[in-house]
């Protein structure tokens, strides 16, 4: 089984705290995403990465940053975190050379920013 | 800004009646891919469609694909109340374009016994 794994489901911040989200996936994927939900927004791309040390931005980059330093470890970094920033942050992963093929999703971590 | 736009927003029907979703993208694609979400979970895979298909089955599930219009629809037969979760359309651009999936705004259902 395909496992993507989100190191919180919940997670409660303060303004101007830094903040990392870490995802973890076992099949080896190239590409890996960071994708934000909010209600009647559906999900927003933040950044997505193709390898190792590898980031594009998606729609909605500002106020966030990536970390790819190893293939199956993706973390999404909010520099100073901020209460519009409180959503629900959702990870995938899919192989890239493969084109028609799903991605996988984490759980969600839930971030609220007081 | 979004490539995919799922209508309804809101779907509320009775359990084994239909349920029809449809979605709209904007540029060309190699593939666009249906998920479900429910209620503060991640999205789950439920079927693909090549850009070269018109119509997939699986299960109770009916997708379509009509690339003139850039547009797909979802059909679910006889729901059932497990249904009721949120349905996402996601498409892949042509040319792969680093490989990233842009997604729509979803569609709530709700499925009432």
């Known amino acids: 089984d395909v496992k993507v794994t989100q190191s919180s489901r919940y997670l409660v911040k303060r303004t101007g705290e830094k903040v990392f989200l870490e995802c973890v996936q076992d099949?080896?994927?190239?590409?890996m995403f960071w994708y934000r939900q909010d209600p009647g927004l559906g999900l927003r791309l933040i950044y997505f990465?193709?390898?190792?040390?590898?980031?594009e931005k998606g729609d909605i980059p500002e106020g966030y940053s990536v970390s790819r330093e190893k293939k199956e470890r993706f973390s999404l970094i909010l520099e100073s975190a901020s209460t519009n920033q409180t959503s629900m942050y959702l990870c995938?992963?899919?192989?890239?050379?493969?084109?028609?093929?799903?991605?996988?999703f984490g759980q969600g971590t839930r971030l609220t920013v007081v | 800004s979004q490539q995919g736009e799922e209508d309804p927003q809101a779907l509320s029907i009775q359990e084994g009646e239909n349920a029809t979703m449809n979605c709209s993208y904007k540029?060309?694609?190699?593939?666009l891919q249906w998920y479900r979400q429910n209620s503060g979970r991640g999205l789950v895979h439920l079927i693909l469609?090549?850009?070269?298909?018109r119509e997939k089955h699986s299960g109770r599930l009916r997708v379509t694909l009509d690339t003139s219009k850039k547009s797909s629809s979802l059909l679910i037969t006889a729901s059932r109340a497990a249904d009721t979760a949120s349905y996402f359309c996601?498409?892949?651009?042509?040319?792969?374009?680093?490989?990233?999936?842009?997604f729509g705004q979803g569609t709530e259902l709700s499925v009432k016994p």
């Open positions: 995938a992963s899919r192989p890239l050379f493969i084109l028609n093929t799903e991605a996988f």
């Open positions: 540029t060309s694609i190699n593939n």
């Open positions: 469609i090549r850009s070269n298909e």
């Open positions: 099949m080896d994927h190239e590409n």
């Open positions: 990465s193709y390898d190792v040390k590898m980031k």
């Open positions: 996601a498409t892949a651009p042509l040319y792969n374009q680093g490989g990233k999936l842009i």
